[in-house]
């Protein structure tokens, strides 16, 4: 049963790569070129890949949209806001300040997360 139960979970993570590097480890996608952690919000299925994303101060948010219909990214109190993104469309922020920040789609307000940014 357990070996069965470890298959699964393998299997899981093969299929959803995008999100369980975000959730499980909160590991960056890459280094920017000034040496920064940049990381990989994916929009799919009307969902972002990671809901609720840690970071250090410094870091570079990327939200690369992957589905066929438009999406934006913005920030309850505006701190950052996107343009509508197309397909393979992507906008960047990067977060200089520790704080919580939520965010959302306009166009589809059902589609949230937060990003919560930590002092070093």
Known sequence: MKKVLLT????LFAAFPAYTALQAGGKPAAVGAKGEKVFT???KDFMFSSSDLHVP???KVTWLNQDEEPHTVVEINR???ST???TDEKFTYQFKRAGKYKFFCTLHP???GTITVEAR
């Open 8 to 11: 699964a979970i393998a299997l």
């Open 41 to 43: 919000i994916t929009i």
């Open 57 to 59: 101060v410094g870091s």
């Open 79 to 81: 701190a950052f806001s």
């Open 84 to 86: 509508a993104l197309d």
């Open 110 to 112: 059902r589609m949230t």
